[in-house]
């Protein structure tokens, strides 16, 4: 009686362990392969240029904390999608900040009317060729 119970102890755990395998098996099958956003290149402060554009050949974010002096301007603009018209800051030495996000391939496009200075921030997978670049 013993080694029966003993065998049908150790065939059950052999079924639960061969089940846990083929449910791990077809949950990896199904599960979508996630990238980790680990890339980040920073830019900034002094602007010499009125435009920067940004690109990645993965997905990506630029997040941004800019500065408007002097009735400053700026438009975003991403390929494929469009542009937002002109913001204005409201008083001398306003800060903004957002974050945008663009898919892979795609330009992200920040014009600036008059004195702004702040930091931009290119988000991204490991391994993506990426880069914002004055223009």
Known sequence: ???SLLLFGLSAIAVIIFAVVIVATVQNSFSPQVQSFSQIISY???WSTDSWKCTSDSDFMVHAVIR???KAQFAIQISNIGTQSLYTFGYQGQTESFSIGAKANETFTITRTGTVSGFLT?????????SCIAV
């Open 1 to 3: 009686m013993e080694k």
């Open 44 to 46: 900034g402060p002094v």
């Open 68 to 70: 408007g002096f002097e």
């Open 122 to 130: 290119l988000q991204t997978n490991t391994g993506a060729t990426a």
